[in-house]
T-cell receptor
Framework: KAGVTQTPRYLIKTRGQQVTLSCSPISGHRSVSWYQQTPGQGLQFLFE???????NKGNFPGRFSGRQFSNSRSEMNVSTLELGDSALYLC??????????????FGNGTRLTVT | GDSVTQMEGPVTLSEEAFLTINCTYTATGYPSLFWYVQYPGEGLQLLLK?????DKGSNKGFEATYRKETTSFHLEKGSVQVSDSAVYFC?????????????FGKGTKLTVNP
């Protein structure tokens, strides 16, 4: 069974540009969550999608957005990139919402560097 | 708000040593508790979980017990191996918007020397 696939693995962008990251969940998983990992702030929740609807959103500015398609694949977009957006972006999928009965399975992440 | 506090690393041990990584939490209600592990260059893998007080999660020789009275979920392993070298994250499931999100600790880097 294939795991969570994130593309690309590495990305270098310039300040002011925008970027789109992609995530393919495990087959049969309908929930996709995104987390940002930085050395200073650790792992922070960005948002969660379930059946193409955003269920939860973390405390990030509106420059961070996402969407989910009918096949459960998800994309996140960051516009007007800032140096502080440099991070490892992790996608996780689960069968349903709620961490108790639906453990999260993480991808290997996309390493974004903003110069 | 909900939060998780882990012992700060890095932690360096010799092979076959005993491991303890402390984790305490602050939350309303009784959240599910998790330990995730991150190997270099990879995402997070669920190591073990506990969903209610006094539950013990275990996997690959690692154990953690959900202690409601001390709001703790310490990770232990009796004999570590070089292959256990990784970053370990304690986390809780926090309700949000009708669903849940994971709230993570800062992570503890473990290095096991042969």
């Amino acid at each position: 069974k294939a795991g969570v696939t994130q593309t690309p693995r590495y990305l270098i962008k310039t300040r002011g540009q925008q970027v789109t990251l992609s995530c393919s969940p495990i087959s049969g998983h309908r929930s996709v969550s995104w987390y940002q990992q930085t050395p200073g702030q650790g792992l922070q929740f960005l948002f969660e999608y379930f059946s193409e609807t955003q269920r939860n959103k973390g405390n990030f500015p509106g420059r961070f957005s996402g969407r989910q398609f009918s096949n459960s694949r998800s994309e996140m977009n960051v516009s007007t990139l800032e140096l502080g957006d440099s991070a490892l972006y992790l996608c996780a999928s689960s069968r349903g919402t709620g961490t108790n009965n639906s453990p999260l399975h993480f991808g290997n992440g996309t390493r974004l560097t903003v110069t | 708000g909900d939060s998780v506090t882990q012992m700060e690393g890095p932690v360096t041990l010799s092979e076959e040593a005993f491991l303890t990584i402390n984790c305490t939490y602050t939350a309303t209600g009784y959240p599910s508790l998790f330990w995730y592990v991150q190997y270099p260059g990879e995402g997070l893998q669920l190591l073990l979980k506990a969903t209610k007080a006094d539950d013990k999660g275990s996997n690959k020789g690692f154990e953690a017990t959900y202690r409601k009275e001390t709001t703790s979920f310490h990770l232990e392993k009796g004999s570590v191996q070089v292959s256990d070298s990784a970053v370990y994250f304690c986390a809780l499931g926090a309700p949000q918007g009708g669903s849940e999100k994971l709230v993570f600790g800062k992570g503890t880097k473990l290095t096991v020397n042969p």
